[in-house]
DNA sequence: CGTATTTCGGACTCTGTTGTCTTAAATTAA
DNA sequence: TTAATTTAAGACAACAGAGTCCGAAATACG
């Protein structure tokens, strides 16, 4: 249904690098501090940060002291990154319809109307840096966690 | 991930009743051919099309020379309107990043621009109805089944 | 070196959606 | 009435996403 654009995997992804990104020290987060902050399954929040790892986004590092940590600035993140990441290159593609090969020259009767509320959801991830994100529920005191 | 905003089952019901609309006899017509016609299996179809018989959007008829029409006009039955009867009423309230109990009081980062998002798609949605799409699918010749 | 800590990697279970199958009930027509 | 056809209803299997669990590898520290 509408609401789930984002798989739990990515949500638990982005809630994670938005508190990553609040993080004052610089030093690693372990992970299980993070699980536990945004009441999400350790393990599986391990194998979602993996992602991230592999795709650049984090650093992560074993053992004592270890833990994870921004690989970049949180400035020049995105929302989208996020989201290609995880939910992989084809998240903004598919067919509202679910018609294989839909597109513009065989189209299904909504794939315009689709496409422009898909496209603009894609600008407005774009725009959104995990940075912004983070100073927004510092500053307004939002939830990331229940 | 985008493009999942429908389940199949309502995505299924949308074709067929998109399909419904296009026919020109006032005759039931039998699930079996819509199942055929659209490439979806016909069980499946049958509980998904039941769901918008008690819904009030389709007649069915047992027996011989049986099957499912339209039970309104198709003009005054949205794309909306199917969704909520398949998916339903929380299909369009739901977080995006899936934090229970957000909302304007304690909303999560994303709320504000989500709900925007969400609102547009609603609003397009509930402007599309049935009649237009079975329209444009005939003049234009587009896609309903594989 | 040895131990505790932490991520990494794989295998496994659980759950909801999707899809299949079988039987019952209703309806038409001969 | 009987037979054929079609939806209704429910049980069941297959699948994917979500979540759990256990051991291996790396690292810090005494």
Same mark, same amino acid.
């Given at each position: 249904?509408?609401?789930?654009?984002? &798989? +739990?995997?990515?949500?638990?992804?982005?809630?994670?690098?938005? &508190?990553?990104?609040?993080? !004052? /020290?610089?030093?690693?987060?372990?992970?299980? /501090?993070?699980?536990? %902050?945004?009441?999400?399954?350790?393990?599986? =929040? %391990?194998?979602?940060? !993996?992602?991230?790892?592999?795709?650049?986004? =984090?650093?992560?590092? +074993?053992?004592? +002291?270890?833990?994870?940590?921004?690989?970049?600035?949180?400035?020049?993140? &995105?929302?989208?990154?996020?989201?290609?990441?995880?939910?992989? &290159?084809?998240?903004?593609?598919?067919?509202? =319809?679910?018609?294989?090969?839909?597109?513009?020259?065989?189209?299904?009767?909504?794939?315009?109307?689709?496409? #422009? #509320?898909?496209?603009?959801?894609?600008?407005?991830? +774009? /725009? /959104?840096?995990?940075?912004?994100?983070?100073?927004?529920?510092?500053?307004?005191?939002?939830?990331?966690?229940?």
């Amino acid at each position: 249904m509408v609401g789930d654009v984002l &798989s +739990k995997a990515c949500s638990y992804g982005l809630r994670a690098v938005i &508190s990553l990104a609040m993080r !004052q /020290e610089s030093s690693y987060q372990p992970i299980r /501090e993070l699980s536990t %902050t945004l009441g999400i399954s350790f393990h599986f =929040l %391990t194998k979602i940060l !993996q992602q991230l790892t592999d795709a650049g986004i =984090l650093v992560s590092q +074993k053992g004592p +002291k270890g833990g994870v940590a921004l690989a970049v600035d949180a400035s020049r993140v &995105s929302v989208y990154d996020i989201v290609i990441a995880i939910d992989g &290159s084809g998240a903004f593609t598919a067919c509202i =319809l679910g018609l294989p090969g839909c597109g513009s020259r065989v189209p299904c009767p909504l794939h315009e109307q689709w496409a #422009e #509320e898909r496209l603009r959801i894609e600008a407005m991830m +774009k /725009e /959104e840096s995990i940075d912004g994100l983070a100073h927004e529920v510092s500053s307004r005191r939002l939830r990331l966690g229940p």
